[in-house]
């Protein structure tokens, strides 16, 4: 072979290898890039997440950047979503329980993010907060929050009580506030003793009316109901005998003769029974019970009767100007005076 044939043939093996290199080349990357998709296709949902999230936080980008930019946008969307309840239907119901059983309140949030969840109740004119997040305010171990996942932040009371009723409120602090409210009705029977000042602390000589009513069930103002009378079968707004409800002081019954009277009335919601004690004595003080004939059911207050000088609850007489004995003393003498000098 010549010399120019042999380098004609060296050059075109040198070219036949520098070709197959390249084939094997692209075949590698070819290879390992499906084997990367194939190894991406074992990663869970949460993973594609996390590592779509960094790539984002950090401007990179992989393999179907379009995805990425998806992503990124539905993040967005999610964050601008407002906390809020799931279930608004149950707003302004009534709930009712029996006394000495136990209740739960749900309040069902979606999307609770970074707020806060807190109970309170409204009684008259007042609003004790019981709990805030996982914490208890309330003194009354009866009352416990209970967080039942997902998304359920329970008010548990246990062993009802009467004075349990009133207008419970689920708050979930964002801006504004948005709340849930449950009514809460106890049904009995029902016995309280209540009356007309602010406590049960007397000066002597003061006249006293304690109120005592029976009802089948708590009554509030959102709910005005009649209920078979406890007692008789007896039309409305009627007089019933003393006996009817039992007055006890210090666990022991006393006269109605003398300054203590008591009254009792069916108004077709409930029994009222009034014990009225006039010009009270220190010796008045102790404890009040009244409850129904031959049941369990009562209601006790203690009654202070204090020296008339330390309360302002004294009933005092109207007070007149001046004495009357003097006028008419004084009157005479201008008489008298006018006819000596006639």
Partial sequence: MSVIGRAVHDLLFMVFVIACTGVI??????TNIHHQSHRRSYLTEEQYRNRDAVNIR???????????????????????????????????????????????LNCRIFMLQDSMVSWAVERGRTIDLLTVGNTTFTGDNRY????????????????????????????LQTFPKQTLIFYLQIEGPVIEIKNSSEGFVYSAGSHITLHCVYRNRTKKGWEVSTTPHPLLPVPLNTHLPVSAVQWTFNNKSFSLRNRKRVRNLWTGEEVQSDLSIKSSIREDSGNYSCSLPHTTISSTIQLVI?????????????ETNGSPTLAIFTLLLVILFTLIRL
């Fill in 144 to 171: 416990s929050v209970v967080f039942k996942n997902p998304t359920d932040w329970v008010l548990r009371i246990e062993r009802l009580e009467a004075s349990d009723a009133g207008r419970f409120i689920c708050t």
């Fill in 58 to 104: 950090h401007g990179r980008t992989y393999p179907g950047g379009n995805k990425a930019r998806e992503l990124q946008d539905r993040i967005s969307r999610v964050k601008t979503i407002e906390p809020t309840f799931e279930d608004t239907s149950e707003n302004n119901t009534l709930k009712r329980a029996r006394i000495g059983e136990s209740i739960e």
């Fill in 25 to 30: 080349k692209i075949t590698d990357s070819k």
């Fill in 306 to 318: 204090l020296k008339g000088e330390h309360s302002e609850a004294v009933h005092r007489e109207p």
